[in-house]
């Protein structure tokens, strides 16, 4: 039922669950997992304030700095996916996380989506974080939530 599911990870305490979580949907038909993490905004725009005072072409040491950010994020997740014991795939995206995690759900056509109730964010008092809250409102599979 839930053959390839789309493992949205921001890098907390609740990623390595996440993982858990897919192993234990590996006697439910799970096969594949395709671990997805967004790079927003804020983050890229903090990065790319080194090429401010560089020599070479900005826009140049803009892409330079991207396909590092990529790089590095891709490195992390392939470290949390050694736990993994299903077929991955790694998806690094730019943009808002929610919306990216979704489009990324549709481009792989995946039949579930496996959030984290909480994340990086300093807010506890919510049920869940906005990201996870977005997904919900705006995915047409079923998301499932790890706490
Ligand atoms: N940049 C991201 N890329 C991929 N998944 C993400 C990203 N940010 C959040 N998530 C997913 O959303 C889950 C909940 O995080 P969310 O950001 O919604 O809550 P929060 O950080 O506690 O609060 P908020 O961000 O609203 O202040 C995470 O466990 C993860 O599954
Ligand atoms: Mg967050």
Sequence with gaps: MF?????????????KKQIECVNKLKEAGCTEAVLVSVIEEPTLEESVEVCEFEDED???????????????REKKLEKLAENLHVNYKIDVRFGKPFKEIISSAKENDASLI???????GKIEELLVGSVTENVIRHSHIPVLVVK
């Design 114 to 120: 496996i959030m984290g109730s909480h994340g990086r």
């Design 58 to 72: 900005f826009n140049l040491c803009i892409k330079d700095v991207e396909e590092k950010l990529k790089k590095n």
């Design 3 to 15: 053959s390839r599911v789309i493992v949205a990870i921001d890098f907390s305490e609740i990623s």
